[in-house]
């Protein structure tokens, strides 16, 4: 029978060779460089999937991809925003989304007929309905990252939960390593993020691609 020193001993060996297997794959983030280009191209196709999915005239001012843990990515999450979890099969991964709160209300607003001088400027809870619209704004989002993606791999991502809160999703462990997509995003007077989190080990399978070819 094992005893509790013991247990503890194996469990703490564990979580280091986990957290050494994670430093690695940080320190080889640099061996993707077309992650940048897939960011930038994610920048100019937002803007163009949300006119034609009926959404208001968004646009981004910067944007930036960086390879992070997932404790550390999901901190860095607006503490007011809607998330949701989209399972990608071509990768054989579930992704993350998030959508800051206050710039996901001025879409809606908009697109429920609202003028400027009308829109909330208070942090509110999300109505049902509003739920409701924000999961196709997610998903006009997706499609843009999709689309983002589609020079090296055709994926269809498919929302399986979404929450308003920022820490609701525990979709991975807090060490692994996540690729994130970082957009800023303005609709009208209001601005915000659009961050995608991708497990590392989902873009393995693409990983030599990712690598060496350009977008074009």
Do not use: W
């Not at 800051?100 to 829109?119: F, S, V, W």
């Not at 994130?180 to 080990?201: A, F, M, N, W, Y």
């Amino acid at each position: 029978m094992i005893s509790s020193s013991s247990k503890k001993s194996i469990k703490a060996r564990g979580a280091e060779a986990l957290a050494s297997i994670s430093g690695s794959a940080l320190s080889s983030a640099n061996n993707m460089p077309m992650l940048s280009s897939i960011s930038e191209r994610l920048s100019i196709l937002l803007p163009l999937i949300a006119r034609q999915g009926a959404l208001p005239t968004l646009n981004v001012e910067d944007h930036g991809v960086q390879t992070v843990r997932y404790n550390e990515a999901v901190s860095g999450l607006p503490s007011y925003c809607v998330t949701a979890v989209a399972s990608v099969a071509e990768m054989r991964s579930s992704i993350f989304i998030a959508i800051d709160g206050m710039l996901t209300k001025r879409i809606i607003h908009y697109m429920l007929g609202g003028r400027a001088d009308t829109a909330e400027k208070e942090k509110k809870q999300f109505t049902t309905i509003e739920r409701g619209i924000a999961r196709s704004v997610l998903d006009r989002m997706l499609l843009a990252t999709a689309e983002a993606f589609s020079s090296v791999l055709k994926i269809t991502p498919k929302i399986e939960s979404i929450d308003v809160q920022p820490r609701f999703a525990t979709v991975m462990s807090s060490v692994t390593p996540v690729t994130v997509l970082r957009q800023r995003v303005s609709c009208d007077d209001i601005d915000g993020e659009v961050i995608v989190i991708i497990p590392r080990t989902a873009l393995d399978p693409i990983r030599e691609r990712l690598s060496t070819l350009a977008v074009e």
